[in-house]
């Protein structure tokens, strides 16, 4: 795993409070370079909790974001145990991508998001029939793109799965 | 003085700039997803069997079985249904809607399959059998679905074999 801080020097900081304040509203920088890895998400979860957001009830925030369909969800309202084999569940808006200005300071974001299980496939806003192992999407400033799921659970047995969805972003145009 | 003041400020308008395309540079991470398979009575649009025809099968499928090789079966019991006859199944299995989020959805069930299986909600009254029936499912709420087969055109030994299918949509039915 690798960090990158980006160090402003304090006598640069006084004088740019002095000459360019409002630049200083933002919060300093830190540019994360980060390893995926589902162990070490506690960690990397700053740079996603900027632009990511759960949209309950099937996925919420524990640290970072969680898409959970199981009993063991802090959402389970008491029914509905999960999904069944040999069935297509397809739910829009199981979660957001946001480009919040004053937290990115990023006019324009690049996000990818890449799932590699079968079971699993995303598409963006509504759905309208079609669905993908990778979307990729461009979210300017102040607004947010819906990012749905489609559950294949055809094959599967009985019991809980564990699948893992790859989020990439970047300040840019894609 | 004046100058240094000056230089200073040029190099804190450079790291400015620079600052500012580069607040949110790179982000990766991988998320996790857990669904929990579960079998079709307990799953968040459940299909429930309300007759002993109807069961949840080892692999959590519910199965219309009217057969001796149905779990429920016992020795004595029919074992069929007979050539040439319409028989009608009241309240066969229950489709209900345990989504989380408290919406209505229409659930459309069909049949492919050997002969003609049709369906219809609730009680039985003449000429309701349909074979791709739409029911709009509240939230919490369970609807028995009945079935008709026409077994005419068979003869003794003959099965019907086929699949069912359901398939449900955000939103009441017609809409």
């Known amino acids: ?59 919420y925030r524990d640290g970072f974001l969680k898409i959970d369909i199981s009993k063991d969800s ?69 607004s947010s793109v819906k990012v749905g799921m489609v559950f294949n659970t055809g094959g599967l047995e009985l019991g809980d799965i564990y699948r893992v969805i790859g989020i990439k972003a970047y300040g840019g145009v894609c | 003085m004046n100058k240094v ?13 620079t600052a500012s395309s580069a607040d949110f540079a790179y982000f990766e991470a991988d998320r996790e997803v857990k669904i929990a398979i579960v079998p079709d009575d307990l799953e968040l649009i459940d299909l429930v069997p309300m007759q002993p025809y109807a069961y949840i099968n080892d692999n959590g499928m519910l199965v219309l079985d009217l057969s001796e090789y149905n779990g429920n079966w016992q020795e004595g019991y029919g074992m069929g249904v007979s050539p040439d006859s319409i028989y009608v199944f009241e309240r066969v299995f229950g489709v209900s809607n345990h989504l989380w989020e408290n ?20 009680d039985y009254t003449e000429g309701v ?24 055109g068979l003869v003794d030994g003959d099965a019907i074999d086929g699949q069912l299918s359901f398939y449900a949509e955000l939103g009441s039915c017609g809409e």
């Open chain 1, 1 to 59: 795993m690798m960090k990158i801080i980006r160090f402003i020097p304090p006598v640069l900081v006084v004088i740019m409070l002095i000459f360019i304040g409002s630049y200083l509203e933002r919060p300093l920088l830190v540019v994360y370079a980060v390893e995926d890895s589902v162990e070490n998400s506690e960690e990397n979860s700053v740079g996603g909790n900027l632009i990511e957001k759960p949209v309950n009830p099937y996925s």
């Open chain 1, 74 to 142: 802090p959402l389970y309202p008491g029914y509905g145990e999960g999904l069944s084999p040999d069935s297509i569940y397809v739910f829009e808006d199981i979660f957001e991508i946001e480009n919040n200005v004053s937290e990115t300071g990023a006019d324009i974001i690049c996000v990818t998001i890449t799932s590699d299980s079968p079971e699993i496939a995303l598409f963006i806003n509504s759905f309208e029939g079609i669905w993908f192992d990778e979307i990729e999407f461009t979210v300017e400033s102040n």
């Open chain 2, 5 to 17: 003041i000056a230089i200073l400020m040029l190099v804190a308008g450079i790291i400015v700039v």
């Open chain 2, 103 to 122: 919406v209505t959805i229409c659930m459309q069930v069909s049949y492919d399959g050997d002969e003609e299986l049709t369906f219809f909600m609730g």
């Open chain 2, 129 to 152: 059998g349909t074979d791709e029936l739409d029911i709009t499912i509240q939230p919490g709420e369970v609807v028995p679905v009945g079935i008709i087969i026409d077994s005419s």
